[in-house]
């Protein structure tokens, strides 16, 4: 839902009428992308925070080991899912192909990280970000993979930054 909520939000300052007016306001780009990332992220966090109670609450999910980490796993990655979504609909510039994509992209993600059925996929699972958040969360969870848990957030952190260049760049575009 994060990725899809990033290009939706910041669509309107790229499609349509706003358009014009994201181009002739005094803030930079990037200061747009940082504070549209910023605020959705953290509507995402409360969203993960939500889920967590419920299924604690409904399934016995014991949430409560080790939550600051629980907590910056599920913010990290949401930041990466909503930076994803910004970046697709600032390079395409078009909602049809940016929700095509998106969905291409977040079920292979899916897939490649063991979200439909756990197995090996001879190494190409690392090249899913799904992958890194939930061995993160499963190594805080399920055992002492506290280590590897910081070492995977900070592989979607960078990935993150990455992203949010990206579309800092491809809103410099002009479009015609």
Not at 30 to 35: A, D, E, H, M, P
Not at 80 to 85: E, Q
Not at 119 to 134: C, M, V
């Amino acid at each position: 839902f994060g990725t899809e909520f990033g290009s939706f939000g910041i669509s309107k300052e790229y499609l349509g009428t706003m358009q014009a007016r994201t181009h002739l306001a005094p803030q930079r780009t990037w200061q747009l992308v940082l504070g549209k990332l910023s605020a959705y992220s953290l509507a995402v966090l409360l969203q993960g925070i939500i889920f967590m109670a419920v299924t604690g609450l409904v399934l016995g999910v014991d949430w409560l080991h080790n939550l600051p980490m629980i907590l910056l796993i599920v913010y990290v990655f949401g930041i990466f899912a909503i930076a994803l979504g910004m970046a697709i609909m600032m390079i395409t510039r078009d909602m049809k192909k940016t929700t095509t994509i998106i969905q291409v992209a977040v079920l292979g993600f899916t897939f490649l990280g063991g979200g439909f059925i756990a197995t090996d996929f001879f190494g190409a699972e690392f090249f899913s970000p799904n992958y890194y958040a939930r061995e993160a969360l499963f190594g805080v969870l399920y055992g002492d993979g506290t280590a590897l848990a910081v070492q995977y957030v900070g592989v979607l952190a960078v990935l993150s930054v990455v992203l949010v260049g990206i579309s800092a760049f491809a809103s410099r575009r002009k479009v015609a």
